[in-house]
Every structure is written in C-alpha cells, then in structure tokens.
C-alpha cells in the first residue's frame, strides 16, 4: 500500500487558536480588522454606510486627492497603461521609475536609490540580499514585521533587543563582534505602532564604535519629519551617518511600492540580485506616476506647510487627548535639547492595556464615527493594547475637536460600566 501523509497540511486553519477570539468577537460585531471603505482615504470617510472622521490611516499629507499627485497617476496611465506586465529587469522599467530613483536619492542626499513595488518587498529584497548566513542582524523588537521577514530569509543570525534600549542593543553588538560576519543594526526610525523615535545619535555611535553597518526604516518618518522631510535620520542629524535608508510610497507619498537608497554599489548590487526586486511585476505605472508627483509636491515650498501642519495636528490632538485623562504614549527618546512637548509624530496611541477592553472601545468609537487602529498582541506585548490613532495635515480643528469629544464620551460610559482606563504617565 502507498503510505499517505500522516496529517493534513490544512489542519492548521481550522484549529488556529485565535480564529475562536475571532468567532467571538465577530458575534458582537467588535472586530476591528477589514472593515470596508467606500471613499477614498481622507479626514472624514464613507465607511460601511456612515461618515467617519479618519484617525485610523497613514495619508499623512493627505496628498492621495491632491490634483497633482492624481494628474500624476493619471497620466502615467494614459501613457503606459494599466500596469507593465513585467519585472524591472525585463520589461517594467520606464523612464518615471528611473526618474523616481533619482529624485529619491537626491531627497534622501545618497549616491543612488532603488524603488521597489511595495514598501514590504524593498525591506525583504534588501536584508534578503545584503545579508547572508554567517552575518549577524540586530534589530529592535518593535521593528516592523517586513524588516524580520527579510532576516529571516537571509538565514543570517538574528539578534533582537528589547524596543529602544540601547544597553540591550550594545551587549548585542558585543556579542555580534564574536560571531564573524559582518554585523547589521535595523531600526524603524518612527516606531509605526508606538509613534516613538528611534535614538538614532546613540546608535550611530554604537554602530560606529562596534564596525556595524545602520539600515533605517523610514516608513512613518519620510514625508513627515525633518525640515526637507526625508525622515528621522534628517529630524535627528545623521543623515551622512545611516547606511541604508528605506521607505514606501503608502504613506505620506500617497500611493503604493517602496524604496532603498544608499551607496552606489549596494544599489547596483541590489539591482542585479535582490529576488524581490528580479522576480515581481515593476509597479503600476499609476503608482509610480503618483509618488512621483507626491514627492514633487513634498519637497515644494507647500509641502514643507503641510509637514508643518501635520505635526501641529498631532501636536493638538495629543494634548487634547491628554487633558481629556488619556495614557498617551510620548515619543521617546527626544532629540537633543528638543522641548518634550514640541517633538510629535503623527501617530499618537493611547495605551489601554487588555485587548478585549481596547476592541469594546473600538468599537464604542466606530459606532460614534470616529475609526482608529487597535495594536493587540502579538503586534504589542501582551496586557499592552493600544487605540493606535493618526492625524492627517488635512484635519481640521473642528474634526478633531469633534473626535476628541468622542472620545470623552466614549471613556465615560466605559469607565461607568467597567473601571478606570490607564491615564497620563502610565
Ligand atoms: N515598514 C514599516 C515601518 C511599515 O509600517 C510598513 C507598512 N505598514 C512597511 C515597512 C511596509 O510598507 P508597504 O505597506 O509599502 O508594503
């Protein structure tokens, strides 16, 4: 008789433990996950039927209708089509991504950029590449989920250390110093679920003292932080200092792929051999058209207005939040000599602590109008929810104000019903 597998390989999906979470949550209606949009991502959406003022979303400029930016994807469109039907080797290079690489490089002040097709891949295509086994990567433990992909796949030794301590990440380096291979430190330099800022001064220090190389993942900080806004590494001065920057297009860039700027050779090299820049379709022309535009607008004189509204908004809708008795999570550590209360990112969470009390809240919120992200576990520590909120330089003072009022009244009936919520300082 032939011998058969001894399990099903789908097994897995029918007893995935948090799939009953999910059936149970489903029943109250409290999941917050794939809800559906019916306009475009703005301060106030049409979600599953209603307006809702948007605090839940990464168009940070609020660029994604700006009629330049969609004159751009329009046009790449009409010129190129829907999309290129192929990759970047073969067929799918047009002059805008060439021309995208080379304004990325000069906004970002390195020798040479790639653009990848989504922000995920330039971080997998790249620490997938440029590591091998034998190397060692260190990277904090808040890093983005993309970013232990591409360690993963490089098979080179991964080294974690605990969100932003920096003694944990020096007896790592010391550690790394043993292990043979090159050494690699990976930070987010804006943490996208805590809204904190990555020590990068310090860290270049250390880098620096144990021969390590820096990659920064500048996916919240470019387009935001920074007076030409290229990102934390330009917030925090060390822009000649990190190796590899990194960044996508989903966000303040209003459209979709990613990209990695860096050292003339390090670009080629990933060019000729980074698997998930060589075997996917090259983005579709309307992306590309659309970054570029976006960028464009970025780096005008009304761009630099809008990184400064931006901030001013999440400046005041932190403070809000904060008179109203909510644990906000402050950006930390500061740059030097920065007052505490100037140095914002967009994302401002609020700590809530147990995830089904964060879900109740959610959906207290959505019920009100107001949509927000939830950070449960594992995105967080355990016992650590957050209601993960962002501001956009087009909200105005009366939507937010409208959404801080929510809020308030959200937390008093839950507070009624169920206890106190965290508060400011813890
Ligand atoms: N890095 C960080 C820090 C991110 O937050 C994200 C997206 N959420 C990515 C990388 C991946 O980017 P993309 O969505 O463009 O694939």
Same mark, same amino acid.
């Given at each position: @008789?032939?011998?058969?597998?001894?399990?099903?390989?789908?097994?897995?999906?029918?007893?995935?433990?948090? $799939?009953?979470?999910?059936?149970?949550?489903? &029943?109250?209606? $409290?999941?917050?996950?794939?809800?559906?949009? &019916?306009?475009?991502?703005?301060?106030?959406?049409? @979600?599953?039927?209603?307006?809702?003022?948007?605090?839940?979303?990464?168009?940070?400029?609020?660029?994604?209708?700006?009629?330049?930016?969609?004159?751009?994807?329009?046009?790449?469109?009409?010129?190129?089509?829907?999309?290129?039907?192929?990759? %970047?080797?073969?067929?799918?290079?047009?002059?805008?991504?060439?021309?995208?690489?080379?304004?990325?490089?000069?906004?970002?002040?390195?020798?040479?950029?790639?653009?990848?097709?989504?922000?995920?891949?330039?971080?997998?295509?790249? !620490?997938?590449?440029?590591?091998? +086994?034998?190397?060692?990567?260190?990277?904090?433990?808040?890093?983005?989920?993309?970013?232990?992909?591409?360690?993963? #796949?490089?098979?080179?030794?991964?080294?974690?250390?605990?969100?932003?301590?920096?003694?944990?990440?020096?007896?790592?380096?010391?550690?790394?110093?043993?292990?043979?291979?090159?050494? !690699?430190?990976?930070?987010?330099?804006?943490?996208?679920?805590?809204?904190?800022?990555?020590?990068?001064?310090?860290?270049?220090?250390?880098?620096?003292?144990?021969?390590?190389? !820096?990659?920064?993942?500048?996916?919240?900080?470019?387009?935001?932080?920074?007076?030409?806004?290229?990102?934390?590494?330009?917030?925090?001065?060390?822009?000649?200092?990190?190796?590899? %920057?990194?960044?996508?297009?989903?966000?303040?860039?209003?459209?979709?792929?990613?990209? #990695?700027?860096?050292?003339?050779?390090?670009?080629? *090299?990933?060019?000729?051999?980074?698997?998930?820049? $060589?075997?996917?379709?090259?983005?579709?022309?309307?992306?590309?058209?659309?970054?570029?535009?976006? !960028?464009?607008?970025?780096?005008?004189?009304?761009?630099?207005?809008?990184?400064?509204?931006?901030?001013?908004?999440?400046?005041?809708?932190?403070?809000?939040?904060e008179?109203r008795g909510f644990a906000?999570?402050?950006?930390?550590?500061? +740059?030097?000599?920065?007052?505490?209360?100037?140095?914002?990112?967009?994302?401002?969470?609020?700590l809530?602590?147990?995830?089904?009390?964060?879900?109740?809240?959610?959906?207290?919120?959505?019920?009100?109008?107001? *949509?927000?992200?939830?950070?449960?576990?594992?995105?967080?520590?355990?016992?650590?929810? $957050?209601?993960?909120?962002?501001?956009?330089?087009?909200?105005?003072?009366?939507?937010?104000?409208?959404?801080?009022?929510?809020?308030?009244?959200?937390?008093?009936?839950?507070?009624?019903?169920?206890?106190p919520l965290p508060g400011p300082g813890e």
């Amino acid at each position: @008789m032939t011998a058969r597998a001894q399990v099903d390989v789908f097994e897995k999906a029918r007893t995935f433990e948090r $799939l009953e979470i999910l059936r149970a949550a489903r &029943e109250l209606d $409290l999941v917050p996950y794939f809800r559906v949009m &019916e306009s475009p991502a703005r301060p106030i959406v049409e @979600m599953e039927g209603a307006a809702r003022i948007m605090l839940g979303g990464n168009n940070y400029l609020g660029l994604t209708e700006d009629e330049r930016v969609i004159a751009g994807a329009r046009d790449a469109l009409e010129r190129y089509g829907t999309g290129m039907t192929g990759s %970047r080797l073969l067929n799918g290079t047009t002059a805008m991504h060439l021309e995208l690489e080379a304004e990325i490089a000069d906004w970002m002040g390195t020798q040479d950029a790639i653009v990848f097709t989504t922000g995920h891949q330039a971080n997998v295509g790249t !620490l997938g590449t440029i590591l091998a +086994p034998g190397d060692t990567v260190i990277v904090d433990s808040g890093d983005h989920a993309s970013i232990l992909d591409g360690c993963l #796949l490089s098979r080179a030794k991964l080294r974690p250390f605990r969100h932003n301590r920096l003694d944990k990440l020096e007896k790592m380096l010391e550690r790394s110093t043993q292990d043979g291979g090159g050494v !690699l430190v990976v930070v987010d330099g804006v943490f996208s679920m805590e809204g904190d800022i990555a020590a990068l001064p310090e860290i270049c220090d250390l880098c620096e003292r144990y021969g390590a190389r !820096l990659m920064v993942d500048e996916a919240h900080g470019a387009g935001v932080l920074g007076a030409r806004g290229a990102g934390t590494s330009e917030l925090l001065g060390v822009e000649d200092r990190v190796d590899l %920057r990194m960044g996508t297009f989903s966000k303040s860039l209003a459209s979709c792929g990613g990209f #990695l700027a860096g050292d003339a050779d390090v670009i080629e *090299f990933l060019r000729i051999s980074s698997r998930a820049f $060589l075997f996917t379709a090259s983005g579709v022309p309307a992306a590309t058209g659309a970054a570029l535009a976006a !960028l464009r607008v970025i780096r005008s004189d009304e761009g630099r207005a809008l990184l400064g509204r931006v901030l001013d908004n999440a400046r005041y809708w932190r403070d809000g939040l904060e008179e109203r008795g909510f644990a906000v999570v402050a950006p930390q550590p500061l +740059p030097p000599g920065a007052d505490p209360a100037d140095v914002v990112t967009p994302i401002v969470p609020v700590l809530i602590g147990d995830d089904w009390q964060a879900g109740v809240l959610w959906k207290a919120l959505f019920d009100r109008g107001v *949509f927000v992200n939830t950070a449960l576990h594992p995105a967080v520590p355990p016992g650590g929810a $957050l209601l993960r909120t962002s501001v956009m330089a087009t909200h105005d003072r009366p939507m937010l104000d409208r959404a801080l009022e929510t809020f308030s009244t959200v937390k008093a009936e839950f507070e009624a019903q169920h206890g106190p919520l965290p508060g400011p300082g813890e």
